[in-house]
């Protein structure tokens, strides 16, 4: 099937720790994108990439790395750097006009 | 700058009742796309609708409807005669008719919570 995979779905990490997310598509999209949710909250866009090794900065991007090696792959790294990294992590890839969602990551910082 | 507005944090009602989620946007782009997602408590979003600024007719879709009035910058979704499985998180977002990236701008997003 078709779809956007990420993994792990939790996570725990002790403060001052890098933790990478995995993010991958088999849906042959050029751009993806990850989005951050607090609680009670909407999502917020951290990096987005348009094609292979490109990538953009979002509203929140401090604290945080991608990299885009392959198309069908956007891994999100939380530095230690990220002052507030608990947070649920989404993971985007489009075609225009329309945006596909993963399930999420749950990240908890210890 | 874009911005959307949901302004109910929290909806409750009783199985079988029409409900209403209400959503303003703000852009200074003529041409640009509005969204409805679905995130149940599993936490994936589920894609509803996706509306572009050139459209204003109203859609229907089973017990599912959306009113988009440009005049007042609203994008409103109603469900009719609810349904316990209807209860989650509804998010409205915008994004610009940019061919390359949708970069969406979410609202807040409304709880809704059907009892039975």
């Known amino acids: 099937d078709g779809g956007i995979t990420q993994s792990p779905k939790y996570l725990f990490r002790k403060e001052g720790q890098n933790v990478t997310l995995s993010c991958e598509q088999n849906?042959?999209?050029?751009?993806m994108y990850w989005y951050r949710q607090d609680p009670g909250q909407g999502l917020r866009l951290i990096y987005y990439s348009q094609i292979v090794n490109d990538f953009q900065k979002g509203d929140i991007a401090e604290g945080y790395s991608v990299s885009r090696e392959k198309k069908e792959s956007f891994p999100l790294t939380v530095t230690s750097a990220q002052k507030n990294p608990t947070a649920f992590y989404l993971c985007a890839s489009s075609i225009p006009g329309e945006l596909f969602f993963g399930e999420g990551s749950r990240l908890t910082v210890l | 700058a874009q911005k959307v507005t949901q302004a109910q944090t929290e909806i409750s009602v009783v199985e079988k009742e029409d409900v209403t989620l209400d959503c303003v946007y703000e852009t200074r782009d003529t041409t640009y796309y509005l969204f409805w997602y679905k995130q149940p408590p599993s936490g994936e979003l589920v894609f509803l609708i996706r509306?572009?600024?050139?459209?204003?007719q109203n859609e229907i879709s089973g017990r599912y409807s959306w009113n988009f009035q440009k005049s007042t910058s609203s994008f409103n979704f109603t469900i009719t005669a609810s349904q316990v499985v209807d209860s989650a998180v509804y998010f409205c977002a915008l994004s610009e008719a940019d061919q390359g990236a949708q970069k969406l701008v979410f609202g807040q997003g409304t709880r809704l919570t059907i009892n039975p």
């Open positions: 849906l042959n999209h050029d751009a």
């Open positions: 509306r572009n600024s050139f459209d204003e």
